[in-house]
Structures are given as C-alpha cells and as structure tokens.
C-alpha cells in the first residue's frame, strides 16, 4: 500500500525526509513537491487541490494519505471527496475550517518579509500571499461525515492552535484518535521525525 506524504506551507518534500527514514514501509512513501505539481499553474488554492488529484490518479486503491498544515488540508478534502480511495488517514496540524483572522495576520507579516525568506519553498512572495488567500473560505464542517477511514489528528505539544482545532476536529468525527508529540510544535515532521515515524508505523501497520 502506498504512504502519500504532504508538507506544509514553507516546507518542501524533503521536509518528510528523517521522518520517511523511520517508516517501516518507507520504499511505499511517496512525497510529493505540492507546488511543483502545478506544471506552471496559477498558484491557488483549488488549482493546488486538482493537481494532487491529478497526481493521486495512476496509485492502487486505497492508498494512505498523511498531510502537515496545507498538506492536511488537502488530504481532508480528498479524503471528503474520494472517500473509497482512502484507506486510511493522519491530519497533522490540521485545521477545517479556515482561521481569517490568523490567516489575515500571517499574510500582512508575509508583506513585509524580504523576498528572498520565500525561495526555499519554491513560490515567490506574492504566489504565497495569493494561495493564502485562496484559502480563507475553505469550511469542510457540513462534509466531515463523509470521511469513512481510519483517521489520527496529531499535533506538537507547542502547537497550541492547532491542538484546539484537532480536538474541536475529534468532537465532530468522535472516532477519531488524536495524540500529542512532545518536544514539537507546528512542524512536526522537522521537529520530533523519530517520535512522528514511530506514531505512524504503529497507525499504519494497525
């Protein structure tokens, strides 16, 4: 079974790469550059969602699907939307309905960050604002019980925002499992990879 393993805004697919290594299965993790995927594509949110959804097509079913932040978001909505495909499913930091004000704020310190803070991840400074912004809509509330895999929300134990909205996440698919991963905050896979491989070998493999 194949391990479909989705990084977050400001990170890129090598972000999975010490987590990869201590997955039981890791020849069947495939990690996937998200932006790259758009082929030239304006970058925005939905334009983003068809891309994987393109890139999800030539993979036996079902396959697993584990995101962090926008990779978790992505991987809620297919899981919503393609819900025999999906065997089952890890949402790390994951919210489901969108944060305005949060997402306001990050995008007015995104103004005034230099260019050069984006080119790690592979978009420029206003392609990030714009995806951003393509997001602020995004509520899969009404749509949450279309999800019929095995799903495991997980957070940093510093991801304070993130715990609140996985736990109100849990509260709305009841089973669920949840669990927090010490010493890490948002990014999970960057911070605790050990701890994170560890937690998947065990959800995968059960």
Same mark, same amino acid.
């Given at each position: 079974?194949? %391990? ?5 805004? $400001? /990170?890129?697919?090598? !972000? ?7 997955? /039981? ?13 758009? @082929? ?14 393109? %890139? ?10 584990? $995101?962090? !932040? ?6 809620? /909505? %297919? ?18 309905? &969108? ?6 704020? @990050? ?5 005034? &960050? ?7 991840? $592979? ?42 909205? !996985? ?27 050990? !701890? ?11």
């Amino acid at each position: 079974m194949k %391990y479909i393993l989705l990084h977050g805004l $400001g /990170q890129t697919a090598s !972000s999975w790469e010490k987590t990869v290594n201590e997955l /039981q299965n890791k020849a069947d993790a495939v990690c996937p550059d998200l932006f790259s995927l758009l @082929q030239g594509e304006e970058i925005n949110y939905s334009n983003l969602y068809q891309a994987f959804c393109r %890139y999800c097509e030539p993979f036996p079913e079902p396959f697993a699907v584990c $995101g962090l !932040s926008l990779g978790g978001i992505l991987a809620l /909505q %297919y899981g919503i939307e393609n819900p025999q495909k999906v065997n089952s499913m890890v949402l790390i930091g994951t919210q489901y309905v &969108m944060p305005k004000k949060l997402l306001k704020f @990050q995008n007015m310190l995104f103004r005034v &960050m230099p260019k050069r803070t984006f080119m790690s991840i $592979g978009l420029a400074k206003n392609e990030v604002i714009r995806l951003s912004e393509s997001m602020m809509d995004l509520d899969f509330r009404k749509d949450l019980h279309k999800i019929k895999c095995p799903l495991l929300l997980l957070c940093g134990d510093r991801d304070k925002p993130n715990i609140r909205a !996985s736990l109100n996440l849990k509260k709305r698919i009841p089973d669920a499992d949840f669990a927090v991963i010490e010493k890490a905050g948002h990014e999970v896979n960057i911070d605790a990879p050990k !701890s994170l491989g560890a937690v998947l070998n065990d959800f995968f493999g059960s």
